[in-house]
């Protein structure tokens, strides 16, 4: 059973770029969740889907935002880059959303550079 | 709303000592709670989840934590720390609600002295 995909592993981006990840989750999994881990602020919630619908979103500003197809793959956008979107983002996903059956399963993630 | 502490930022113990990692959870609702491990530069893995069925859940590699109530805390112990356990460890709990999300603690770094 294949694991979580993310693409791409490493992206460096410039300043003032915008740039999209991409998260195919497992297999049967509706909900798809997206996190930024930082050194200094840790793992911190971006947003979830669940079935195409945005079902909770974090405290990021309206430059990170996503969506989720029919197919439950999932994209993350952030728009006009800045230094400190530099981070490590992964995506997790679960076939009931509430991880009860078998948790949170995440993706090795995508680490963006911002030059 | 839900939170997660996880005290001190760093552990070490020596390889064949137990390893205690401590978690205390904030919850106005019954709570789901997890650990999950990173290794460096690698994704999360679930280690044990606790979703209101026993309250001392094993996990895998050994590892096994016990939900106590009275004390808001979900500790991970594992009996023999092995050097392959050096890793980040993260605590994270959500409520039972469906717009609920995953909110995870700051992590505590093991490291396993030979």
């Known amino acids: 059973k294949a694991g979580v995909t993310q693409t791409p592993r490493y992206l460096i981006k410039t300043r003032g770029q915008q740039v999209t990840l991409s998260c195919s989750p497992i297999?049967?999994?509706?909900?798809v969740s997206w996190y930024q881990q930082t050194p200094g602020q840790g793992l911190q919630f971006l947003f979830e889907?669940?079935?195409?619908?945005?079902?909770n979103k974090g405290n990021f500003p309206g430059r990170f935002s996503g969506r989720q197809f029919s197919n439950s793959r999932s994209e993350m956008n952030v728009s006009t880059l800045e230094l400190g979107d530099s981070a490590l983002y992964l995506c997790?996903?679960?076939?009931?959303?509430?991880?009860?059956?078998?948790?949170?399963?995440f993706g090795s993630g995508t680490r963006l550079t911002v030059v | 709303a839900q939170s997660v502490t996880q005290l001190g930022s760093h552990v070490s113990v020596s390889e064949g000592a137990l390893v205690l990692l401590r978690c205390n959870y904030s919850?106005?609702?019954?709570?789901?709670l997890f650990w999950y491990v990173q290794y460096p530069n690698q994704g999360l893995q679930l280690l044990l989840k606790y979703t209101s069925a026993a309250t001392l859940v094993k996990g895998i590699n050994g590892f096994e934590a016990e939900f106590k109530k009275s004390e808001t805390s979900f500790h991970l112990t594992k009996p023999s720390a092995h050097m392959s356990d050096a890793a980040e460890y993260f605590c994270a709990v959500r409520t039972t609600g469906a717009n609920s999300k995953l909110t995870f603690g700051k992590g505590i770094t093991l490291s396993v002295r030979p």
């Open positions: 889907y669940f079935s195409e619908t945005q079902r």
């Open positions: 919850s106005s609702v019954p709570p789901y």
């Open positions: 297999s049967g999994h509706r909900s």
């Open positions: 997790a996903s679960s076939s009931s959303g509430t991880g009860v059956d078998y948790g949170y399963t």
